[in-house]
């Protein structure tokens, strides 16, 4: 009897090229994400469109779901999708709070 952990889940045909699209748009909706945060706080947008970019980050978050649901990903996995998602919303804040920082401390 073979444990069923152990077993594969194949990725059927018809979801493939959804997986594809999605797996795509998350590169994209991330790199919308991060640029409109990044633009906003060297101050080329106006606070107005953050919200916009928390928009993509949520569109890219469901990406990552469609994603790892259709393809059958182990729990594992599902967990590194999450913190991958989570990572993706923190680091341009962590970023951006050290160089402020560092700036802040070098001024002349």
Request: glycine share 6%; charged share 15%; proline share 2%.
């Amino acid at each position: 009897m073979v444990d069923e952990a152990l077993m594969s889940r194949d990725i059927l045909v018809d979801d493939f090229l959804t997986i594809f699209v999605s797996s795509t748009l998350v590169l994209v909706f991330g790199g919308f994400y991060v640029g409109i945060y990044t633009a906003v706080k060297v101050k080329l947008l106006k606070k107005w469109a953050m919200p916009f970019g928390y928009i993509f980050w949520v569109l890219t978050a469901y990406c990552l779901y469609l994603m790892g649901s259709l393809m059958h990903v182990n729990e594992l996995t599902a967990k590194a999708l999450v913190v991958a998602a989570i990572g993706l919303l923190l680091l341009p804040h962590a970023v951006y709070y050290m160089q402020d920082h560092v700036h802040e401390e070098n001024e002349h």
